[in-house]
């Protein structure tokens, strides 16, 4: 296994709450995965400086947990014409929030306001949407509790492909009812122009 340094150790220390823990997400460079498919953890991610959502919300997550919050996935499925998303819930008081990183303008950081998390879960249904304005988010997970997996994932050497079986085969719950996926409307022209802002350029 793999060990974070001392100087590693202490700026994770320093992210103490959620919004803090985003704005250093928000600072990565996005993993496009120019060399092939990766899921780093979270020791890799962070002295690569780089990740990808799936890489972030495990690397949030772990974060988050050093502070004492649960660290928990959700998984955000999609149409099989777009690419899904997964991001790092947590809870505040009553209230739920996720950390999210992504290359655009939309799918971001959510203040922890959610009653739940279908309430979470569906904040995110309007912002989904292809370049023809065609909405796409179909359904969310339960959550992935992270701490019930073996205790060294946030410094495994290798990709953890085991997590995303994991959140693969968890129970997901469909957003649009059936009847209704024909008759929804499309993103307006104004959406689908700032959907198409990049935070990162590919290199």
């Not at 150790?9 to 709450?17: A, D, I, P, R, S």
């Not at 009553?94 to 971001?108: F, P």
């Not at 359904?139 to 019930?148: K, R």
């Amino acid at each position: 296994m793999l060990g974070f340094t001392k100087k590693e150790l202490v700026l994770m220390k320093k992210l103490n709450t959620p919004a803090k823990v985003q704005d250093f997400l928000n600072k990565l460079q996005f993993n496009f995965e120019e060399k092939g498919e990766t899921l780093k953890s979270p020791i890799l991610a962070l002295k690569a400086r780089q990740a990808h959502c799936f890489e972030g919300a495990l690397l949030g997550a772990y974060i988050l947990s050093l502070q004492g919050f649960t660290p928990y996935l959700m998984h955000l499925k999609a149409t099989k014409e777009d690419f899904d998303h997964v991001v790092a819930p947590f809870k505040v008081e009553k209230y739920w929030g996720a950390l999210s990183k992504t290359n655009h303008a939309v799918l971001r950081y959510r203040e922890p306001i959610y009653r739940n998390i279908r309430e979470l879960a569906m904040s995110y249904f309007h912002e989904y949407f292809l370049n023809n304005g065609e909405k796409t988010l179909r359904q969310y997970s339960a959550l992935l509790n992270l701490n019930t997996l073996k205790k060294n994932w946030g410094i495994s050497p290798k990709d953890l492909w085991s997590i995303d079986k994991k959140l693969d085969k968890i129970q997901h719950y469909n957003i649009v009812p059936q009847s209704y996926i024909k008759k929804l409307r499309k993103s307006d022209k104004v959406e689908i122009k700032a959907g198409e802002i990049t935070e990162f350029k590919k290199y």
